[in-house]
């Protein structure tokens, strides 16, 4: 990659959505699986409840989750214009069950919700914290929280070790190989995934900031989180959470 395009990765930029909404359903693995999961642990409600969405992007976690529980309302946040816009369209027919809202995933003037959460629920984000930043916000959501509710995020892990880091870009490698084959018979969107050195843990940069898995662990616990958990883990990429009692 020259160094004009390496520049554009320094930070998560509208461009970054735009190549992440076209590639996206290349690069993130299992991604269907991954939707499933978090809306299997998503504790079910008759009555109306609402779940937050940290960093919706384009809306597909969003519409499955619309889909799965029917008395549900989203409220969908996003740092991007133009991640907001996709999924505005995408789930305009949910109407006023989803409520989008630009907003700063470090800031902490959101974090004060006006309705009960059942659930918060993010995908790819929390890597761009640090561990301080991380461990806030746990303890934030934590607060959030109504009594049942859950905490469930899918996002990059760091291996602790350079081999299980060698694993994980080998097998990011493969998924995105094996992807692209599936959905287009060919490779270019592999070609892309390696010629824009998507790959954090080949290509690390300093925007991206994921923590190993234990850490992530401990810090739900220490922010008060009952049935912490691990709920599926490829690549690199991996979903965990726990429960407000």
């Not at 619309?66 to 999924?87: I, K, N, W, Y």
Request: glycine share 6%; proline share 5%.
């Amino acid at each position: 990659m020259s160094e004009p395009e390496a520049s554009m990765w320094a930070e998560w930029n509208e461009e970054s959505s735009k190549l992440f909404i076209d590639y996206g359903r290349y690069f993130v693995p299992e991604r269907e699986q991954q939707i499933g999961v978090i809306c299997d642990l998503i504790p079910p409600r008759d009555e109306s409840f609402h779940i937050l969405e940290l960093c919706c992007g384009e809306g597909l976690l969003a519409a499955a989750l619309l889909e799965r529980f029917p008395a549900c309302v989203v409220h969908g946040f996003d740092g991007s214009t133009g991640m907001l816009q996709h999924a505005r369209q995408r789930l305009a027919r949910y109407g006023e069950r989803f409520v989008p809202r630009r907003f700063d995933l470090r800031e902490r003037e959101w974090r004060a919700p006006a309705l009960p959460l059942q659930a918060i629920v993010s995908s790819l984000a929390v890597h761009h914290l640090d561990a301080e930043e991380k461990q806030q916000l746990y303890s934030d959501a934590h607060a959030m929280l109504s009594a049942g509710g859950a905490l469930l995020i899918a996002d990059l892990i760091q291996p602790v070790s350079s081999a299980a880091t060698m694993v994980a870009a080998r097998m990011w490698d493969e998924a995105v190989r094996a992807r692209a084959q599936e959905l287009d018979g060919n490779l270019d969107a592999f070609d892309f995934f390696r010629r824009e050195h998507w790959n954090y843990y080949e290509f690390p940069d300093a925007y991206d900031k994921p923590s190993p898995l234990f850490h992530h662990l401990r810090w739900l616990e220490q922010a008060g989180f009952e049935d912490v958990d691990a709920y599926w883990l490829k690549a690199g990429h991996a979903i965990y959470g726990g429960r407000k009692t």
